[in-house]
């Protein structure tokens, strides 16, 4: 499959199943474009009449070029033929039932009240509960249990807001930094926050223990503070973002992300963007906010035409603040063309259900944190394992090649089917897709390897 298209003065062809990136000219274009479907004589018949102001563009240089076309189909370069289905499914099943990450629900309770929470407010549709250290410890012990060799071990202490959990949370880190040595594991943790209740001593915990720290900003004031509210209804921009900066600076800059959210009221998000590089942060990260269609904070079709302009202004601003020694990172643009993700791990994606799980405070055990709280997606729990085994398989089928909406999308060995929770709460599937999700996301591989054609072009390359 090919995908074409034009972007910052870019002409890009890209070869979804090889992988392949080509930039070329005008008339190359439109030969790979009307290649697959009209034989040599008619592609340089048509083309001479539309080029017929070029005096470059001749019957001889248009056949050369036919040629070339050629040579790349039969280096397997353009319009390579997809041959991955048959591997869909088959990573998951070598991988057995071996789990690597957990994101731990210490505290199912927040000190905001923020209006698009999917989370309800850290309650998950469910009652306020903070985890124990006995819960957690067993989580951690489950974890190992679980992970047969595979040595690098990922948790993620979540919420709701989970310092408001924080004594458990470095009890939890001591103890499984006590085993980890004992059982030949190596424990990473990161940090998911609010920012609300930074202080010293978390700072100086977190620097030393948390491989990355997460923290929620949605950018401007003005927009941070319409939807991020205590329950006294004010605003917390002016509370955390002297924190945020403090621990920033602590960790040199590094291992942490600004995570925000834009929603209807901030389709302009590169300006929240901007804002928060202009307050000194570089790793930077925006979602699009993913709620029921009639929800105020709901981006409308008319949003979504704006929201991939704005990836696409981001984009261009990226390149400018790099070309001038200031750049900054935004995490749906990370993309490695040359060795990324393997093809196994392209087809079968995040591994939520199999790989990843969610734990309750109390110890129940979901596919991820966003279906905590939908009962009939409860794995099982930390003492008893995962005995839901037929929702196991189900999540271990399901790759880029289940869901029958992805077949014919160029994008999907990129983001491997999408995300099963978006799917599910967008269609009441896993194998459904979010389409407002698929419209963004595909806009943001387009702009990320803008970004990367701009770059080698800047090398010479």
Excluded at 273 to 290: K, R, Y
Excluded at 330 to 335: A, K, R
Aim: some cysteine; glycine content about 8%; overall charge negative.
């Amino acid at each position: 499959m090919v995908h074409q298209y034009k972007l910052n003065g870019f002409n890009i062809v890209l070869d979804t199943c090889s992988g392949a990136v080509h930039v070329v000219d005008e008339v190359a274009y439109d030969v790979i474009e009307m290649f697959p479907n009209k034989t040599p004589d008619e592609i340089v018949s048509e083309l001479l009449v539309k080029y017929s102001e070029r005096e470059d563009v001749t019957e001889e240089e248009l056949r050369l070029c036919i040629e070339d076309v050629e040579g790349l189909v039969k280096a397997k370069k353009l319009y390579t033929e997809d041959t991955f289905e048959a591997m869909a499914g088959t990573f998951k099943e070598r991988s057995g039932n071996v789990v690597k990450a957990l994101c731990l629900h210490v505290a199912h309770t927040c000190n905001l009240n923020c209006s698009y929470c999917f989370a309800s407010q850290g309650k998950y549709h469910g009652e306020r509960a903070i985890m124990s250290f006995e819960v957690g410890k067993r989580a951690l012990d489950f974890l190992i249990e679980n992970s047969g060799t595979r040595r690098n071990l990922e948790v993620d202490f979540f919420g709701g807001e989970p310092l408001m959990n924080w004594d458990v949370v470095k009890d939890l880190v001591k103890y499984a930094r006590s085993v980890e040595k004992e059982h030949n594991k190596n424990f990473r943790f990161t940090l998911t926050t609010n920012g609300v209740l930074i202080d010293d001593d978390v700072i100086e915990f977190a620097n030393k223990e948390m491989s990355n720290v997460v923290l929620s900003l949605d950018g401007r004031k003005e927009i941070h503070d319409a939807t991020r509210v205590d329950y006294a209804g004010n605003g917390s921009y002016e509370k955390i973002v002297p924190k945020f900066k403090e621990i920033v600076e602590s960790r040199g800059g590094k291992n942490y992300y600004m995570r925000g959210t834009f929603t209807h009221a901030n389709p302009d998000f590169t300006k929240d963007v901007f804002h928060m590089a202009d307050l000194g942060f570089t790793e930077l990260s925006m979602e699009p906010v993913v709620t029921a269609a009639d929800d105020p904070m709901a981006l409308t079709p008319e949003d979504l035409e704006i929201v991939k302009e704005q990836y696409e202004i981001l984009a261009k601003d990226m390149l400018r603040r790099q070309k001038e020694g200031k750049p900054i990172t935004f995490y749906h643009y990370m993309i490695d063309l040359t060795s990324g993700p393997c093809i196994y791990k392209r087809i079968s994606g995040c591994g939520s259900g199999t790989e990843y799980m969610a734990v309750t405070p109390w110890g129940d055990l979901y596919p991820c944190h966003q279906f905590v709280g939908e009962e009939e997606y409860k794995l099982g729990d930390i003492w008893n394992g995962v005995t839901n085994n037929d929702l196991r398989e189900e999540f271990r089928s399901c790759n880029a090649y289940a869901r029958p909406d992805c077949k014919d999308c160029w994008a999907k060995l990129y983001c491997s089917g999408g995300c099963a929770a978006n799917a599910y709460h967008a269609t009441g599937t896993i194998r459904g897709i979010y389409e407002p999700g698929c419209e963004l996301f595909r806009k943001r591989i387009e702009c990320a390897i803008m970004m990367k054609v701009a770059e080698d072009a800047a090398k010479g390359e």
